[in-house]
């Protein structure tokens, strides 16, 4: 069971990138799970981005993201993805992709409730 995120670099702000998360292992049931992405700026916490249902249909944001950020997924593929247009050196984080132990998407839930999680992958914006 694993999620691998790919698609972070460098970019100047104003820029776009496009996260993608792939989830593998048979065990895994991708697509009964709401995903998120939660990010780690250097020397803070991990920071909640957005939430996606299992169907992906409801989707919550972040304020500090919202109309900048959208998140997506491919249940027939088990990806997850995450379009950031309109970065800021704010978003330099690291980005994690993860599993939330629900179906249902949210914008309260603790991190403590995401049940796996990916390596990360690094977003740094440039002033």
């Known amino acids: 069971v694993q999620l691998v995120e790919s698609g972070g670099g460098l970019v100047q702000a104003g820029g776009s990138l496009s996260l993608t998360c792939a989830a593998s292992?048979?065990?895994?049931?991708?697509?009964?799970?709401?995903m998120a992405w939660v990010r780690q700026a250097p020397g803070k916490g991990r920071e909640w981005v957005s939430d996606?249902?299992?169907?992906?249909?409801?989707?919550y944001y972040a304020d500090s993201v919202k109309g900048r950020f959208t998140i997506s997924r491919n249940n027939a593929k088990n990806t997850l993805n995450l379009q950031m247009n309109g970065l800021k050196p704010e978003d330099t984080a690291v980005y994690y992709c993860?599993?939330?132990?629900?179906?249902?998407?949210?914008?309260?839930?603790?991190?403590?409730?995401?049940?796996?999680w990916g390596q990360g992958t690094q977003v740094t914006v440039s002033s």
């Open positions: 996606i249902n299992s169907g992906g249909v409801t989707t």
């Open positions: 292992g048979s065990a895994f049931s991708f697509t009964r799970y709401a």
């Open positions: 993860a599993r939330a132990n629900t179906p249902y998407a949210s914008d309260w839930r603790s991190l403590d409730d995401y049940d796996f």
